[in-house]
Structure formats: C-alpha cells, structure tokens
C-alpha cells in the first residue's frame, strides 16, 4: 500500500513538474516564428471587440487576413488583430506562434525583409 502511495506521489510530482515547464514554454514565446506581410487595407474587417467573455488581447476592433511568408518565402495566411487600421501598403513582422497565433507585430521597412520574402514583392519607389 505504501509503495503504491509513493508511485502516485511521485506521477503526480512528475506531471506537475510537466505541466509547469509547458506553461513556462507556452507564455514565453519560444518556439515562434517571424512572417512578413504587406498591409493590404481592403482585407481589413471591424469586429465586435467586446464579443467573447474572456479578451485576453484587450480591445482590438480590427482585424486583418494577410498572406505572409517567413524567411524562406514559404506562405501562410494569418489573422491578427488591431487596435487601430494600419497604413496601407505598409511593410509588417508578425511574431507568429502555434496556437496562440500572432503575439506581436511591427512596421518594418522593405530594405529589412529577408530575400526570400522581398521576392513576392515590389519594392516602394523612393519619394
């Protein structure tokens, strides 16, 4: 009897232990990948930003389904949110994770896009 006390004990602390380390995993951000996108605002949708009864990403009434490409060109349609619409024909980088979809974006300039992905693209004439 004992000795089935310690094996459940020490299951129980083995899954513990498990389920911490993936949490930690999963709010860290690791394992994320970078996409690059062209804003395009007539894929832009309003969206009931109060839906829901959980909003863990605060208040985001626009949202945005862009083709991306990560570093090797390699294509995935995404959908993010924002709190604002984004400057058409802007140059962007999603922070892209698994399940948990788009953790951060940010405006880059075309120059900073990796090769593979400045191919699907023209480059802005300079003003």
Known sequence: MKKQIKIAIG?????????????????????????????D?????????????I??????????????YDENGSEKEITFGTSRELRDGA???LTF????????WSEVQYDELPAA???HYTAPANE
């Open 55 to 68: 909003s863990l990403k605060g208040n985001l009434p626009y949202s945005y389904t862009l083709l991306s």
């Open 97 to 104: 994770m698994p399940i948990r979809g788009v953790l951060d």
């Open 117 to 119: 992905v400045q191919a």
């Open 11 to 39: 299951a129980t602390a083995v899954l513990l232990i498990g389920l911490i380390g993936f949490c930690a995993w999963f709010l860290s951000g690791s394992g994320s990948t970078e996409y690059y996108a062209q804003i």
């Open 41 to 53: 605002n007539s894929k832009v949708e309003q969206v009931d930003a109060k839906g829901g009864v």
């Open 91 to 93: 140059f962007i980088r």
